[in-house]
């Protein structure tokens, strides 16, 4: 009889013990499920941030509120990943541009390896000759395209001499999350949550010789 007690009590310590393990792992992989949630949300919000960016400095290449003070070439170099191109900055105190030709350049930087993730780069900005404006967002890829009016792709860098010939730039460009984690169940493997951007062909004004 006591051993019939015992061998009872054994079986409902295991079976307490396996729900008990179902359990904390339902609770682990529940917070997994939130954790990658909110990691997709946070993703799609900071390539929001740097598509926006982008956006809007991009359509305003070759703009100028005085044509006659946008000379040619627009881009001033083009590479896989930098450029340098001339447009009329808007200010509150000038929404339209103050009619002078202005620079606008973006580089990108080196690994940042010392991060949680280790392919995440730095997104330098610059206007003019001023500071450079750093952001990442989680950007791990950034790559510039440039292409004549017929469509072909020019080779890069773009040599000085056929920057006139661009009419159009297409970006693509990769978000993650900045913070992965370790999914439940596996062993050294980050969670990673990508998110991709690709715009064709950014028109360029005043692209070529623009004469006064």
């Not at 990943?81 to 350049?105: H, M």
Request: net charge negative.
């Amino acid at each position: 009889m006591g051993i019939q007690i015992l061998l009872d009590i054994a079986g409902a310590t295991l079976l307490g013990g396996t729900f008990l393990l179902n359990l904390l792992r339902f609770q682990a992989e529940d917070l997994q499920d939130k954790q990658q949630s909110h990691d997709d949300i946070v993703a799609q919000q900071n390539l929001s941030t740097l598509v926006g960016r982008l956006e809007e400095d991009f359509r305003q290449i070759g703009y100028c509120a005085t044509r006659g003070n946008m000379t040619g070439p627009v881009i001033l170099c083009a590479g896989a990943d930098y450029i340098s191109f001339k447009t009329d900055l808007l200010t509150p105190a000038n929404p339209e541009g103050d009619g002078a030709a202005d620079s606008i350049a973006y580089m990108v930087g080196p690994l940042m390896r010392q991060t949680a993730n280790p392919r995440e780069r730095m997104l330098y900005r610059r206007e003019n000759s001023g500071d450079w404006d750093v952001s990442s967002l989680g950007l791990t890829y950034i790559e510039f395209r440039y292409h004549r009016f017929n469509g072909d792709t020019l080779a890069r860098p773009v040599a000085p001499s056929q920057l006139k010939e661009i009419t159009g730039i297409e970006v693509m460009l990769r978000v993650e999350n900045q913070f992965p984690f370790t999914a439940v169940g596996t062993v050294d493997s980050m969670n990673i949550t990508s998110v991709n951007w690709k715009q064709l062909d950014f028109e360029i004004k005043n692209f070529g010789e623009v004469t006064p």
